[in-house]
């Protein structure tokens, strides 16, 4: 089945700065690679996602890259703010989804 | 409805006592998943319903755990003589499946924490 490696697992930024994410997947059938972000006692929400017939997607500060000759995909945010700070996941599926462990990116005022 | 129900938040209970966790869809997806988190991890697949029927089931759900959907709406998620190792945020999930633009968009609850001691 798919296995997702996440890195780094912890994340410090100063506010204004940019943060990226990177995953690696096992799965090559996987096509569709959503990231999440997780606050505090909630449940992940999606903030954006790429599929496989695209190598690069953006949304305002943020973005995500798709290398699928090298199955890595990530996140990037511009512009940190001090909202930004959660629990980020990122994900592959093919005929399911499977999640990497997480980053708990802090960004400080 | 605006979004995918889970009840109850959090639930304590005693080693051995059975729980039963209810997710309630939103109402056109016609996917629904659980999925298990364990603190510093991300979630974890336990099964997921296309619909009534169940598709497919991880070798994390033990023969203690079953799920239904009984008319393709809502779904449970009993845990039967639970341990201290079940405790976990149980997730919710369910997407618009068949080929519809948003497909393998997965839409979570908050999440039913349960506390066994």
């Known amino acids: 089945g798919e296995n997702v490696e996440q890195h780094p697992s912890t994340l410090s930024v100063q506010e204004g700065d940019s943060a990226v994410i990177k995953c690696t997947y096992s799965?090559?059938?996987?096509?569709?690679f959503p990231w999440y972000k997780q606050e505090l006692g909630k449940g992940p929400q999606l903030i954006i996602d790429?599929?496989?017939?695209?190598g690069e997607k953006k949304d305002q500060r943020i973005a995500v890259t798709l290398n699928k000759t090298a199955k890595h995909f990530s996140l990037h945010i511009t512009e940190t703010q001090p909202e930004d700070s959660a629990v980020y996941f990122c994900a592959a599926s093919s005929h399911d989804m499977r999640f990497g462990a997480g980053t708990r990116l802090t960004v400080k005022p | 409805d605006t979004g995918v129900s889970q009840n109850p938040r959090h639930k304590i209970t005693k080693r051995g006592q059975n729980v039963t966790f209810r997710c309630d869809p939103i109402?056109?997806?016609?996917?629904l998943y659980w999925y298990r988190q364990t603190l510093g991890q991300g979630p974890e697949f336990l099964t997921y319903?296309?619909?009534?029927?169940?598709?497919?089931k991880s070798r994390l759900l033990s023969d203690r755990f079953s799920a239904e959907r009984p008319k393709g709406s809502f779904s449970t998620l009993e845990i039967q003589r639970t341990e201290q190792g079940d405790s976990a945020m149980y997730l919710c999930?369910?997407?618009?499946?068949?080929?519809?633009?948003?497909?393998?968009?997965?839409?979570f609850g908050a999440g039913s924490r349960l506390t066994v001691l």
């Open positions: 109402s056109e997806h016609n996917r």
């Open positions: 790429i599929r496989s017939n695209v």
């Open positions: 319903f296309q619909n009534e029927a169940q598709l497919e």
């Open positions: 999930a369910s997407e618009r499946g068949g080929g519809y633009s948003g497909a393998n968009v997965l839409t």
């Open positions: 799965d090559s059938a996987s096509n569709y």
